[in-house]
């Protein structure tokens, strides 16, 4: 994710490769890292990171956090705005291991790699409305970006930040019923892929409810009610319902956690 958002911001002239500075534990990771943009400096730390920076950007799993908050705490000043995208983690907790309020929280997904993220961010308690701008400016340029008060993050971690993975069991099982009913592989992935991606353009840009969309596909008695039958039977619909439902369960259950 960091590695999205950083090429990102370069490839829309938020900054340039020379302006990030970061670090990883893990050497591997930190030089593919570098690989994003021109420029990019690595440091020896976390800390030497944060000392040099005016946008601190936590990039780190939810479990993790806390200990690299302990490790920054002491090298922030009052000049940084801190954004972090860890799933589950609130503000009051974020402003208690930081030892600041100057935070936003933010939960963007993973097609922020190609342009096409969809974002959300909540604002901590000492973030200015030109802070709220410059986040807004950041995450909209890798996809839509939503303000919202912080109950809604959850939500948000349930239904686009863990919503790619669905997308892909979606496709991945197009693709199946493609090769079960006789088609090659590559053509049946293919296909799927682009319906999909047709089909969300088309909610897009049209502004139409998915159902409208659904019914003028839907001819009386053909091909396509057939599918829809089946999905309905096989609860297609409530199994999404469910799966946003457990994924914001899930994000706050890590929310809780110390």
């Given at each position: 994710m960091a590695a999205a958002l950083a090429r990102g911001f370069v490839a829309a002239g938020l900054c340039r490769g020379d302006q990030i500075l970061a670090y990883d534990p893990s050497p591997e990771a930190a030089q593919r890292f570098a690989g994003t943009a021109d420029g990019i400096e690595l440091q020896a730390s976390n800390r030497q990171?944060?000392?040099?920076?005016?946008?601190?950007?936590?990039?780190?799993?939810?479990?993790?956090l806390r200990v690299v908050a302990e490790e920054i705490r002491g090298a922030l000043h009052e000049q940084q705005l801190?954004?972090?995208?860890?799933?589950?983690?609130?503000?009051?907790?974020?402003?208690?291991?930081?030892?600041t309020e100057?935070?936003?929280?933010?939960?963007?997904?993973?097609?922020c790699l190609v342009g096409k993220g969809a974002s959300a961010f909540a604002l901590g308690p000492g973030a200015t409305e030109a802070d709220a701008a410059l986040v807004q400016q950041m995450m909209s340029s890798v996809g839509l970006?939503?303000?919202v008060q912080e109950p809604?993050?959850?939500c948000v971690t349930g239904l686009s930040g863990s919503g790619p993975?669905?997308?892909?069991?979606?496709?991945?099982?197009?693709?199946?019923?493609g090769v079960r009913a006789g088609?090659?592989?590559?053509?049946?992935?293919?296909?799927?892929?682009?319906?999909?991606?047709?089909?969300?353009?088309?909610v897009v840009s049209e502004q139409e409810h998915p159902a409208v969309l659904k019914d003028r596909v839907t001819s009386p008695g053909g091909t396509t009610i057939a599918g829809l039958q089946v999905l309905e039977e096989r609860g297609v619909r409530a199994a999404a319902m469910?799966?946003?439902m457990a994924a914001t369960e899930r994000s706050r259950e890590l929310g809780q956690a110390d």
């Open positions: 990171s944060v000392e040099q920076a005016g946008i601190v950007l936590l990039a780190v799993k939810p479990q993790q801190v954004v972090s995208i860890a799933a589950g983690v609130g503000l009051a907790k974020l402003t208690t291991w930081l030892g100057r935070l936003v929280r933010v939960m963007p997904n993973t097609p970006a939503f303000q809604y993050m959850d993975a669905y997308v892909y069991l979606l496709i991945e099982a197009l693709a199946d019923g088609m090659p592989r590559h053509m049946a992935l293919a296909l799927a892929a682009h319906t999909v991606r047709g089909a969300a353009e088309m469910a799966a946003v």
